[in-house]
Nanobody
């Protein structure tokens, strides 16, 4: 069974950094278009960053150069380096894997990021 798992969330002070990781079991991340979304209570999930199979990267407007998405082939993972975190970045962060040939999306269970002093 294909599953995706997020890790790396936690509590960080404003201006701090976190590195999120999305790993998988039973498949290879390289065959998926990958993305990070975030969601706060009562709001819809919004795109944070995406990287497709050919390496094309997109960021949400709010990222403003603070975050970097990348593939880590050695770990079979996609990572999101988040720098200069601000309280408004507080949210649950989700990994999405899109399998184009099946037009199917897999979602992880989410990892919580809290930015607070």
């Amino acid at each position: 069974q294909v599953q995706f798992f997020e890790s790396g969330g936690g509590l960080v002070a404003p201006g701090g950094s976190l590195r999120l990781s999305c790993t998988t079991s039973g498949t290879a991340v390289s065959i998926y278009d990958m993305a990070w979304y975030r969601q706060t209570l009562g709001t819809e999930r919004e795109l944070v960053a995406s990287i497709n199979r050919t390496g094309v990267i997109t960021y949400g407007d709010f990222v403003k150069g603070r975050f970097t998405i990348s593939r880590n082939s050695a770990k079979n993972a996609v990572e999101l380096q988040m720098n200069n975190l601000q309280p408004e970045d507080t949210a649950d962060y989700y990994c999405k894997a899109h399998l184009d040939v099946a037009s199917y999306d897999y979602w992880g269970q989410g990892t919580q990021v809290t930015v607070s002093s």
